[in-house]
Nanobody, 128 residues
Framework: QAQLVESGGGLVQPGGSLRLSCAASGFTFDHYAVGWFRQAPGNGREGLSCLQISDNNTYYEESVKGRFTISRNNAKNTVYLQMNSLKPEDSGVYYC?????????????????????WGKGALVTISS
């Protein structure tokens, strides 16, 4: 059974850092793009960063450029999101998703083109 499992969420002070992990199983990891989405209370899911596993092509949403870094460990079938200089507005539930789309289409148009797998989410709270 294919699944994505997020971990690494928690409470961090503004300006701090956090690393999220997304562990994939049950499907051929190398054939997919994997990305991170954030859903703040009352808002829809926003694509933050997406990565093509096969060639490392990446997409970053403007507000996280220079602060967040997406990376992968193919041996562990895991994608990471390193988040630095965190702000209160970065708070929300962070979801991992995988699809046979390009990173841009996965992050920017997930509803239009479809997502194959979603994780259950990890809560991130940025507060002093």
């Amino acid at each position: 059974q294919a699944q994505l499992v997020e971990s690494g969420g928690g409470l961090v002070q503004p300006g701090g850092s956090l690393r999220l992990s997304c562990a994939a199983s049950g499907f051929t990891f190398d054939h997919y793009a994997v990305g991170w989405f954030r859903q703040a209370p009352g808002n829809g899911r926003e694509g933050l960063s997406c990565l093509q596993i096969s060639d490392n092509n990446t997409y970053y949403e403007e507000s996280v450029k220079g602060r967040f870094t997406i990376s992968r460990n193919n041996a562990k079938n895991t994608v990471y999101l390193q988040m630095n200089s965190l702000k209160p507005e970065d708070s929300g539930v962070y979801y991992c998703a995988a699809s046979r789309l390009s990173p841009f289409r996965l992050c920017v148009h997930p509803q239009t083109y479809g997502v194959d797998y979603w994780g259950k989410g990890a809560l991130v709270t940025i507060s002093s």
